[in-house]
T-cell receptor, first 112, second 112 residues
Framework: DADVTQTPRNRITKTGKRIMLECSQT?????MYWYRQDPGLGLRLIYY???????NKGEISDGYSVSRQAQAKFSLSLESAIPNQTALYFC???????????FGPGTRLTVL | GESVGLHLPTLSVQEGDNSIINCAYS??????FIWYKQESGKGPQFIID?????DKRQGQRVTVLLNKTVKHLSLQIAATQPGDSAVYFC???????????FGKGTLLTVNP
């Protein structure tokens, strides 16, 4: 499903580097989310945004920042990457009042 | 604290059999409970949800049961097919912020 796209799909970086993960959607949804998935664990919410002017911290926001550049774009930044941020990152979108979240294909990030 | 967890990390079934995936939750205030399917290399995909005031809901080949007395949620898949092989996550949603809290997932393997 190409409605929610993420770039890059894979990234290897070094400790201390600044990294930006990008998410774009063509679904016209107001709400966007960033999740992190670690092996053996479920997804954990990093940040979420209900519209362009709204940004909220999730469960594990430390070490991350986000920018909602437009309704269709929500980027996640790691200002100074560390090895324990190695994980699979997912962007998701949802309607203004809906339970279903639509997930992108994920970005696999490795911090050496 | 609030948590959503799973009884079994793995489940192996024969093609054509029915599958039952279980989930325990602890937050009685959740408004909705949701099942997601995640195939290898893909983002989670919504399967079905159930509102907290219901005890059963049926979809195509799937049924979700909610037992609020024991805080238990299950997903039943009828006539399991190889394409059903995936990790299944339960998640809960509560409050006005539509945040999802995911469980750790169950790996379902369908043997031909």
């Amino acid at each position: 499903d190409a409605d929610v796209t993420q770039t890059p799909r894979n990234r290897i970086t070094k400790t201390g580097k600044r990294i930006m993960l990008e998410c774009s959607q063509t679904k016209g949804h107001d709400r966007m989310y960033w999740y992190r998935q670690d092996p053996g664990l479920g997804l954990r919410l990093i940040y979420y945004s209900f519209d362009v002017k709204d940004i909220n911290k999730g469960e594990i926001s430390d070490g991350y920042s986000v920018s909602r550049q437009a309704q269709a774009k929500f980027s996640l930044s790691l200002e100074s990457a560390i090895p324990n941020q190695t994980a699979l990152y997912f962007c998701a979108t949802s309607r203004l009042a809906g339970n279903e979240q639509f997930f992108g294909p994920g970005t696999r990030l490795t911090v050496l | 604290g609030e948590s959503v967890g799973l009884h079994l990390p793995t489940l192996s079934v024969q093609e054509g059999d029915n599958s039952i995936i279980n989930c325990a939750y602890s937050n009685s205030a959740s408004d909705y409970f949701i099942w997601y399917k995640q195939e290898s290399g893909k983002g989670p995909q919504f399967i079905i949800d159930i509102r907290s005031n219901m005890d059963k809901r049926q979809g195509q080949r799937v049924t979700v049961l909610l037992n609020k007395t024991v805080k238990h949620l299950s997903l039943q898949i009828a006539a399991t097919q190889p394409g059903d092989s995936a990790v299944y996550f339960c998640a809960e949603m509560g409050g006005s912020n539509y945040k999802l809290t995911f469980g750790k997932g169950t790996l379902l393997t369908v043997n031909p």
